[in-house]
């Protein structure tokens, strides 16, 4: 699979993604991500604007859905998402229904590892259940509870190789990545790169970063689509 590069558009209010979205497509980026700030500030509305602007752009709906998958998947894919996204920490049955809904409604899903005890373990589960993608994440606030207390921070990275050599999906790693380690993940054998805070959105306001955020974008899906496996 070839590099895809994914932007997180953890917003909370509709007018800001769609700028951020359009700024994001300028830049080379392919996929859009209705973020879950987004899509609890905008609900079906926030998916069916991205849908109306964006025809025919893959939209990943970051629902972390733990329970009622059928029909939150089917809600999300009626208001054009094409990927959604359901916890590895949810019931058994609750990601067959997703699994379910995406075959009947025709959107990919995609199985999240957050907060697992064995990240590896739950990724290969998500598989076995019929999960077309696996996101191998480091939770938000997992991650400033350790910086805070003063040891490391976990990376996605930790563990990113052995969560790609237990399955055959695509894998995503997310949670906290530097611009450098998410260059690095097409090299982890991980194509489905997202930018989201503290890239492209600021991790304490949730406002889009400031700067020359196109340009840096452009640089930045540049060089992961240049990579070659």
């Not at 996929?31 to 752009?57: D, Q, S, Y």
């Not at 097409?186 to 306001?205: F, M």
Request: proline share 4%; with cysteine; net charge negative.
């Amino acid at each position: 699979m070839n590099p895809i590069v994914q932007i997180s558009l953890d917003l909370t209010n509709i007018e800001e993604a769609l700028e951020t979205a359009a700024m994001a497509m300028r830049a080379g980026v392919d996929w859009l991500e209705a973020g879950t700030p987004l899509i609890l500030a905008e609900g079906l509305h926030g998916v069916k604007k991205l849908r109306e602007n964006f025809p025919g752009i893959p939209i990943v709906a970051d629902l972390k859905t733990m329970d009622g998958g059928y029909l939150e998947a089917e809600m999300m894919a009626k208001a054009g998402a094409t990927h959604v996204v359901v916890m590895a920490r949810a019931h058994e049955e609750t990601i067959k229904c997703v699994v379910k809904a995406g075959k009947d409604f025709g959107v990919k899903v995609m199985g999240d590892n957050l907060g697992s005890d064995d990240m590896v373990a739950a990724a290969k589960w998500l598989e076995d259940l019929g999960c077309d993608f696996v996101i191998h994440h480091i939770g938000y606030d997992e991650r400033r509870g350790i910086a805070a207390r003063g040891d490391r921070m976990p990376s996605p990275l930790d563990q990113l190789r052995e969560v790609v050599n237990a399955v055959k999906v695509p894998v995503q790693a997310v949670g906290g990545l530097t611009l450098e380690q998410a260059i690095q993940c097409p090299e982890y054998g991980a194509p489905l790169v997202v930018l989201g805070a503290p890239l492209t959105i600021d991790s304490d306001s949730f406002k889009t970063a400031g700067g020359d955020l196109e340009s840096s974008l452009r640089l930045i899906c540049d060089k992961i689509h240049s990579f070659k496996n």
